[in-house]
């Protein structure tokens, strides 16, 4: 799915501040990050990145959970990423 889709089916062209664009984002950095580490195993500051990223994520899917939830399980089914578990 690429950004300009995305931004289309959510129609958040004006709006980048969103959560649901933040997280679009973020899950694309992720996807990156995930498959140039499988070449470069070692790049352990890829690796600190990737996982200040995947925090990041979480807590805006976790504020997402709880302000809205039928927003929040809309988006984790267009992203196609795991529920988060609640603490």
Known sequence: MTKNSFI???S???NRGAVEFQVFRFT???RRLTSHLELHKKDYSSQRG???ILGKRQRLLA???NKD???YKELISQLNIREIKKR
């Open 28 to 30: 694309n950095k992720i």
């Open 12 to 14: 958040y062209e004006e």
């Open 8 to 10: 289309s089916v959510i």
């Open 63 to 65: 504020y997402l959970s």
């Open 50 to 52: 990737l996982r200040k």
């Open 69 to 71: 939830r039928v927003r």
